[in-house]
């Protein structure tokens, strides 16, 4: 036995290394059974310590710790209350926040205990915060009255005693109320094992030989040849990089196999056991620390939630309450709070059907929504809150007088069209927002279809005639629409989706595309693919039947026009086809909700006097707002009516129509 450990061992007789924390246990460290000394510095060399006191440590830092004022209904953050950037920038000049919380919950999952010493303003507000070393504090009680107090060991070698509201102290799992418990001291045992297991491995692969065995000699050899043999195998076969490699043996002399190879003995599992008995002792699921034996798609995020609430949040509890206690005092307006939705945050589609849940029931706003995705408001009507339509307050449901249940009527209907507007106000930012993606897609379309139109103008006119170009654009077109439904197709289907969303949520249908709709989406492209192939073919024969009989150069005529389609006709496309297709896919979902009629609203400012006129117009779901060959008129549009050479079932009404529709 080692000076050292005898001098452990009178030390432990006289019961003075019994608090782990103390000074003397600091510097005489126990050692273990498995003849290594487990202190709290040295546990962190074995990794599964190490990944524990990093995973709480870095999760506590990481989440955000505001000051609250309480209101009479709700709260407010108090970014001007002194306690505010000690929480949530910087407790001292030296350290940040995240610094700060950082290394107190390192020192509370080593040493059970974390201080910080609370620097008072002359009007006894808190200052600043400085963190003391847990192995340097000793909570004390005065002999007279066991008043509790604070011993600091400086590192001069002098003592300084605290009061107890000068002292943040945030304790572990204690058994006196005075002092939390060391995990590590608490578990010296378990942890050594995994130390221990570790030197041997690195001993094993670093000086072991890969002999493992015993050399049988037929003779007495003497001593300079049993060095020299011994010598020999050393160098030759000594260390990991030396590993495997033969070994000739002469005169005589047997090698028998001693060893026992590290898998029979069960190393690794033995390892493995170690790590998740670490786990254990500080609650963390095993993945969160490199072992995903037991983790799967289906379950890691449950087990992450789980960490969340039964591993982080007794930390969280027990840090708010002393940091309420010591820092606000009897001010009990104000209060400090971890935000813990960053880490309960889970796959986007699990939050879209919370935020859909909360928004629906009028408990988030828009801009709530984006505030919590890290998302700029979109302006003051995002704090808009709204409820279903279908909905009354308690107090409308009761009796009331004639005139005063018409008045409450006509106010609910009033609070419902605002909502249904406000959701075709966001169908139609939706519809804007996809205009660059339509104009790229209609540019591919207009650009091949130029380049193939100039290439059929050289083959048949300048050499053949007119008849065989015409033929030629009448077999060009019937082949022409696979190639715009493959570049339209796309954007048209990623709109229907947004608008599909939007438009569930207003009637409160299931969100996602379903195959009624799909089927529509496809009759939708056939049809557009129809119209475009339909006035292409139709303007390019006209027009070269028409420079034909005036005389006139038709490749010339034919190349001008394509040159006019491949600048002006891709926005136009975006502009018509984002507000056709969104409101054809609207009133699609309305209609699969059982909504009954629908109502035409101008949107925005950019509302002309025909869209004025059609301004809440209510028809059936199936009734055209406008039928075939009606005309539109217009005040102060005299001259300028509109022809409908189709039924209008929804906008646009026309070229750079803004207007959309809602369920009435």
């Known amino acids: 036995m080692t000076l050292s450990q005898r001098v452990v061992r009178w030390l432990e007789k006289r019961g003075l290394l019994q608090d782990p924390n103390s000074w003397l246990a600091r510097h005489f460290v126990r050692p273990t059974q498995s003849g290594v000394d487990v202190s709290e510095e040295s546990a962190l060399t074995f990794s599964a310590v190490f990944s524990c006191v990093s995973v709480l440590s870095r999760s506590l830092a990481a989440m955000p710790l505001p000051v609250y004022r309480r209101l009479d209904r709700g709260r407010e953050r108090a970014r001007g209350h002194p306690v505010y950037p000690l929480l949530h920038s910087q407790p001292n000049k030296e350290m940040t926040s995240y610094t700060f919380r950082s290394t107190m919950m390192a020192h509370l999952a080593l040493w059970g205990n974390a201080y910080a010493e609370i620097v008072m303003r002359p009007d006894g507000r808190p200052e600043s915060l400085w963190m003391i070393p847990p192995w340097r504090v000793q909570p004390m009680r005065t002999a007279n009255n066991g008043e509790l107090y604070y011993e600091v060991n400086l590192p001069n070698g002098q003592k300084k005693e605290l009061q107890p509201y000068r002292v943040l102290h945030v304790m572990g799992l204690g058994v006196d109320g005075n002092k939390g418990l060391s995990p590590i001291a608490m578990h010296r045992q378990g942890i050594g094992m995994g130390l221990a297991a570790e030197e041997f491995g690195a001993r094993f692969f670093g000086q072991g030989t890969n002999l493992g065995g015993i050399v049988e000699v037929p003779g007495k050899m003497r001593d300079e040849t049993i060095r020299g043999l011994r010598k020999d195998i050393q160098e030759k076969h000594e260390g990991l990089g030396k590993s495997h490699r033969l070994l000739f043996l002469e005169e005589g002399l047997k090698y028998h196999q001693a060893g026992m190879p590290m898998t029979d003995a069960q190393f690794l599992e033995s390892r493995k056991f170690q790590i998740n008995e670490v786990a254990r002792i500080y609650n963390i699921p095993p993945h969160m620390i490199g072992d995903l034996d037991r983790a799967t798609f289906s379950n890691i995020e449950h087990q992450t939630i789980e960490f969340v609430t039964h591993t982080m949040t007794p930390w969280l509890v027990n840090w708010e309450q002393e940091l309420n206690r010591k820092l606000f005092g009897e001010d009990d307006s104000h209060y400090a709070e971890f935000l813990v939705e960053g880490l309960l945050r889970g796959d986007s589609q699990s939050r879209a059907q919370f935020y859909n849940q909360m928004f629906n029931i009028g408990a988030y706003s828009i801009n709530d929504i984006r505030e919590k995705e890290n998302e700029n408001p979109i302006g003051p009507e995002g704090d808009v809150h709204y409820v279903p339509m279908n909905m009354l307050p308690a107090n409308a449901a009761m009796v009331a007088e004639p ?209 004025a006129e059609m301004d809440g117009k209510v028809v059936g779901i199936d009734q055209p707002f406008l039928a075939k060959d009606d005309v539109m008129e217009a005040e102060g549009r005299e001259g300028q009516e509109i022809q409908l050479n189709r039924p209008t079932m929804h906008p646009p009404l026309h070229q750079f129509c803004v207007c959309e529709i809602i369920p009435d």
Request: hydrophobic share 35%; aromatic share 8%.
């Open 403 to 611: 005139e005063e249940q018409q008045e409450q009527e006509r106010a609910i209907e009033q609070r419902s069209l605002e909502y249904r507007q406000q959701g075709a106000v966001r169908r139609n930012r939706i519809k804007k927002s996809y205009r660059n993606l339509f104009s790229e897609a209609a540019a591919k379309v207009a650009q091949r279809e130029k380049t193939n139109i100039l290439k059929g103008v050289r083959k048949h006119l300048q050499e053949r005639s007119l008849t065989s170009f015409t033929e030629w654009l009448e077999d060009y077109y019937r082949e022409f629409p696979e190639y715009i439904r493959n570049q339209m197709m796309p954007a048209m289907n990623s709109l229907a989706e947004s608008i599909q969303e939007l438009a569930a949520q207003e009637v409160g249908a299931e969100v996602g595309m379903t195959p009624e709709l799909d089927r529509f989406m496809e009759d939708y492209v056939a049809a557009f693919t129809a119209r475009y192939t339909g006035s292409s073919r139709g303007q390019l024969i006209a027009l070269a039947n028409q420079a034909a009989d005036d005389g006139e150069d038709i490749a010339a005529a034919v190349e001008q026009r394509v040159n006019e389609w491949e600048e002006r006709r891709p926005n136009k496309v975006a502009i018509n086809e984002t507000v056709e297709l969104g409101s054809a896919v609207a009133k699609t979902v309305f209609a699969a909700a059982g909504v009954q009629k629908l109502r035409w609203i101008g949107v925005g400012t950019e509302t002309c006097e025909f869209c």
